[in-house]
């Protein structure tokens, strides 16, 4: 079994570079609106504190995240804005310190959980390091949000190789969630880190193949940019089809990203 502490380390760390860019926000700030519609940055880290306290709920009191679970199935459409909702007209000094305390026990309850345990989620049961994957595949998304936002340019980094996994994993679900039947052929998928590495996934001889760098195809399946705009290519139908509707999250795929107008000469 792979040794699950450097996905808690890059947790942290990610949770801390957004944590730098939202720090020293003025109250006017956390209310500017972000791509995400009806969305402010103070929703973007209500949104995030909301699901590690669900999270945290998950590992260490299964009880209590079960009643969480039925509120979900009452009003599945609405119940992620609603959250988001509530804790955007917390304080922004309030809410900050809520988002630090909670991940903050998160990513010790997730560290110190048994080896080989499982816990309970919206969907199927994760271990504590695909929780620990998927808390920091949302963090960087919502962080993309907050850094576009304000102007900022995030240097890549390779713990987008987290993103990128559940990107992939995450394919055949992008079918089904658009009430697709998935093929039943396995892609390759060729990614290029940040560091120069390659990440490849499938077999190296598949006819269906997707490659890019790891920014762009991350920004792809968080549905946190267009198509148009990135640098992702698909070698064969299947693959082609699938860059239209991948998603690395669960639930509905939501409205996207327009694509960027170009300048007219």
Request: net charge negative; aromatic share 8%; with cysteine.
């Amino acid at each position: 079994m792979a040794d699950p502490t450097p996905v808690f380390d890059d947790l942290r760390a990610e949770s801390d570079e957004l944590d730098r860019l939202v720090a020293e926000l003025s109250p006017d700030q956390w209310s500017l609106a972000t791509p995400a519609p009806r969305w402010t940055i103070a929703h973007q880290i209500a949104h995030l504190a909301w699901t590690d306290h669900a999270a945290l709920l998950a590992v260490t009191d299964p009880d209590a995240f079960a009643k969480e679970v039925e509120k979900a199935l009452v009003a599945p459409d609405t119940f992620v804005d609603e959250g988001a909702e509530r804790g955007s007209k917390t304080p922004p000094a309030e809410l900050l310190a809520e988002w630090r305390k909670g991940r903050t026990a998160l990513a010790d309850a997730l560290a110190s959980a048994p080896v080989g345990a499982r816990f309970p989620w919206y969907g199927p049961p994760m271990a504590a390091a695909s929780m620990a994957s998927a808390r920091l595949m949302e963090t960087w998304a919502h962080g993309q949000d907050v850094a576009d936002t304000l102007g900022v340019e995030r240097p890549p980094t390779d713990r987008l190789r987290h993103v990128a996994r559940i990107g992939v994993r995450a394919r055949d679900y992008a079918y089904f969630v658009h009430g697709l039947t998935p093929p039943t052929e396995e892609f390759r998928v060729e990614i290029e880190a940040p560091s120069g590495d390659t990440w490849a996934y499938g077999p190296e001889d598949a006819r269906q193949r997707v490659t890019g760098p790891a920014l762009d195809f991350c920004l792809l399946v968080t549905r946190r940019a267009n198509r148009a705009d990135l640098a992702v290519t698909a070698e064969g139908e299947d693959a082609d089809r699938w860059l239209d509707i991948a998603q690395a999250f669960a639930g509905p795929p939501g409205e996207g990203r327009p694509a960027k107008t170009e300048d007219t000469p």
